[in-house]
């Protein structure tokens, strides 16, 4: 029986091209593309999930088969919810592959009946990373190629305010 329904987990801190990329690409692969954004209390997000979450609904808006939710937890205890099998991953370069593949392993183990299915990134946007967008945003540099413009300008508010943060700690000596 194909699958109807996927799953695409990640952080999204913050939502990039590259992550636009698979999740255009699963819309077209899938009946329906849940995009669940992980609260995940190992990582401080620079954005709230709340703010992540809205980010995402914007700039999928366009796209009717792709809703948008939160979840915490184990990722393959949430697909399994939402009566689905199959977790959607990007890769771009082999460093991914690894820890992709990895990660599929462990949730083979934890949960049999679920497949992971992998789709390479676009050449275009195979170097772009979250944590290359916000150390390129703290240091004013033009993240309009990695981000929609909308994702950019809270992006670089949030940039301003984290250096006024640190401006206002170096005054108090």
Do not use: W
């Not at 299915?117 to 275009?124: G, I, Q």
């Not at 195979?126 to 540099?141: N, T, V």
């Not at 508010?157 to 170096?170: E, R, S, T, W």
């Amino acid at each position: 029986m194909p699958h109807r329904l996927a799953v695409y987990p990640g952080t999204f801190d913050p939502v990039s091209n590259g992550h636009l990329d698979v999740i255009q690409r699963g819309s077209h692969l899938f009946e329906e593309l849940v995009v669940a954004c992980a609260i995940n209390i190992s990582k401080q997000p620079l954005f709230s999930v709340d703010e992540r979450i809205e980010m995402l609904r914007e700039t999928t808006s366009d796209l009717p088969n792709v809703r948008v939710e939160s979840f915490t937890g184990m990722i393959v205890d949430y697909v399994r919810g939402l009566g689905s099998q199959v977790i959607l991953r990007g890769l771009r370069t082999f460093s991914d592959y690894e820890n992709e593949v990895q990660m599929a392993y462990a949730n083979r183990t934890f949960a049999p009946d679920i497949e992971t299915v992998f789709v390479c990134a676009s050449l275009e946007e195979s170097y772009i990373s979250s944590r290359l967008i916000r150390e390129a945003a703290a240091l004013d540099g033009d993240i309009s190629r990695f981000v929609p413009e909308k994702v950019a300008d809270r992006l670089k508010i949030k940039a301003a305010k984290l250096k006024g943060d640190v401006k206002d700690h170096g005054r108090g000596r």
